[in-house]
């Protein structure tokens, strides 16, 4: 019980710090951009999810927690090593959610601190001198999509972004570290109609950030089908807009050229 109302705690201050953080990023409305990313990283979401955007010949953003690499639940198997690397050796970005998997919001500055500082470890460990490694700025999705106002302020000193949930397309002047992100999940039907949030970014321009967890034919609440996400990727293609990683995307957005 107590969980849970400290992880309610956490999504009404990611609500909030949405609208008081400083909005730094100009993110135009001329051109549509969607990204795919994916939390935790079930190895469905590798095999499946990264080799059904590389048939389009794009890539996604994975999200990983070092501590979570390599085990197993009742419901799924979390991608290995291994995967990690072959991940990024196929051109896929790799994003960071933390080492333990916490609710951000719950930990004290020093516990999240040292949390982030044992993922980039395993990361530079994991990926040595490929793109990702070596300490590199990483990209970072909040666990549980929870935050407080102190966690946010660390977590921005330490990633170039930080993504949330709130299920919104990001347009205009915009916080880097509460970028919105939409959810593929709850239900398979649910996510296909997903292609409605595509025409959404098609009409009004923006930056539409999904993401899932498991890409499976006997999905979670938090994941989907192989057909259904393909289905989405597909859309995406066909809709004309820009299909890029999270960290392009920021490229694109940042380069005083492109915008
Ligand atoms: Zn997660």
Redesign the pocket.
Known sequence: MKRKVKFWVGRLQAHLMRRIAPKTLNIPTDHPVISFTF??VPDSAFHYGAAILEKYGLHGTFYI?GNLAGSSDTSRKLISEDGIRALADHGHEIGC?TFS?PNVATLSGAKLQEDIDRNRSFLSRILGGRRGGHGAQLNFAY??NAVSYFAYRRLARNYRTCRAGENRINRGATSPQMLCGMEIGLSDAYSQQLTREIDAVKEQPGWLIFFTHDISETPTPYGCTPATFEKLVQYAVQSGATILTVDAALDRYTSPRSV
């Open positions: 939390d935790d927690a959610h998997h666990p549980y």
